[in-house]
């Protein structure tokens, strides 16, 4: 089977109690595209392929929990402009192109394919509220090996006329549609995707945790972004406690399904304790915090309080698909948060960030993230040059130099699902 093989190499990963391994030119045993188990050496009697990379770095593939890939024709552009500022002058105007077909064919190959060269191998994506082009993006997702989620956006109030659904009845209908056509696709999945409280309706809302509950499909939004957003938020939906609230009490936070909220920057302590009650994972998005002058998430505390956390490249808030960025993003602004906001806060480190990058996102996906036994086998095969240090690195130093000045040149296979897609 082409999902099964022995690979030899540096293993570097996290487990699920976040603690780092670092595992020098190790054998991992793939079986039908799940980790068997980790050996000293080649099992030669074993009818399973050899793939011999020794003194390269094995990692496991990295999960993005959130990006919009509709975005992706402007990523690196906008950064000058606050979140809603920015949505007007670059993400409604780029969004309304996907009704062209033509459009988001050369678009969706472009993101899709920059996506493969990418050490992500899981991601849950936003897409338009334009159905046909949605299935297109799945389908070319699918075509490439891809796994992960995309929604269908869903906005009915409060947005440019020219991207406002007519009303809530016919956007459920709609989503409810794809829903059923994206049934096609065996790699890729839909979800829920209200694009925040503030661009829909109360019977948008309820239609939406009604469809999440019907279908069994997780839930995509952003949650307590940027005080402006929050402000409108709140006086758009007066009869609720808070934010959080407006999504919970539709039916569109945690329970029965998974979510996950990106940015909860603002999150008061009543919402910290709902995102910890219902299992809400968050998506930091520290890169695109800075880009839109949104804020820096507390993260510390959310992991303190046992909240479940990934990293998401955003883009095109954030300026590219790359994660390493964003792990070193999440270690510069949690030292300035340290510094300026909370000195008891204590710095998240680099294995905190290769931790989000890799196992902490990856639960949102299943068993993803890591080689520990019965993982999906989602593998980057990394090319670090060693031959070209001038100090002898240890293999931690090595990981560290990689994930602090990451060059995608550097990666030079990439398995999902042990189906090798590079």
């Known amino acids: 089977m082409n999902n099964s093989f022995q690979l030899k190499g540096n293993l570097c990963f996290v487990d699920e109690e976040k603690k780092l391994h670092l595992l020098e030119n190790k054998v991992l045993v793939v079986k039908e595209g799940k980790i068997d188990k980790i050996l000293d050496d080649f099992d030669f009697h074993s009818p399973l392929p050899v793939i011999d990379r020794s003194g390269r770095l094995i990692l496991p593939g990295m999960s993005d929990l959130h990006a919009h890939a509709s975005q992706y024709p402007y990523h690196g552009i906008g950064s000058d402009c606050e979140l809603l500022e920015w949505l007007g002058r670059h993400a409604f105007p780029t969004e309304s192109k996907y009704q ?52 269908l956006v869903n906005m009915d109030q409060n947005c440019v006329e020219y991207l406002q659904e007519k009303d809530a009845e016919s956007a459920l209908e709609k989503t409810e549609q794809f829903i059923q056509q994206a ?11 209200p694009r925040f409280a503030l661009s829909c309706s109360e019977a948008e809302l309820k239609g ?46 945690g329970n029965p399904n998974k979510t996950v909220m990106a940015h909860c920057i603002y999150n008061n302590e009543e919402e910290v304790e709902m995102l910890k009650d219902n299992g809400v994972y968050v998506a930091h998005c520290p890169e695109c915090n800075l880009n839109v002058m949104s804020g820096i998430a507390p993260i510390r ?74 993982y999906e086998a989602d593998i980057l095969v990394i090319d ?39």
């Open 100 to 151: 062209d077909l033509s459009f988001a064919e050369r678009a969706y190959e472009k993101f899709s394919e920059d996506l493969r060269k990418s050490y992500t191998t899981r991601i849950s994506l936003f897409a338009t509220l334009h159905k046909d082009a949605t299935l297109l993006l799945m389908k070319k997702m699918e075509e490439k090996g891809l796994r992960g989620y995309v929604g």
């Open 183 to 193: 049934a096609e696709f065996t790699l890729v999945k839909p979800i829920i995707t």
């Open 208 to 253: 939406l945790g009604e469809l999440s509950i019907q279908y069994s499909l997780p839930v995509q939004s952003h949650l307590d972004e940027n005080p402006s957003e929050i402000l409108e938020t709140a006086r758009l939906f007066p009869g609720y406690k808070n934010y959080s609230d407006i999504y919970y009490r539709n039916h569109l936070f």
């Open 301 to 374: 505390k959310y992991l303190d309080r046992g909240i479940h956390v990934g990293l998401g490249s955003d883009v095109s808030g954030g300026s590219n698909l790359d994660l390493t960025l964003q792990i070193r993003a999440l270690m510069q602004v949690s030292k300035a948060y340290s510094r300026l906001v909370d000195s008891k806060a204590r710095p998240l480190s680099l294995v905190d960030g290769f931790a989000l990058a890799t196992i902490g996102g990856g639960s949102f996906f299943g068993k993803v993230g890591s080689f520990l036994e019965g």
């Open 384 to 422: 670090d040059h060693p031959e070209s240090f001038l100090l002898p690195f240890s293999l931690g130093e090595r990981l560290e130099h990689f994930l602090m000045r990451a060059d995608e040149t550097t990666l030079v296979a990439k398995f999902i699902s042990g189906r090798r897609v590079l």
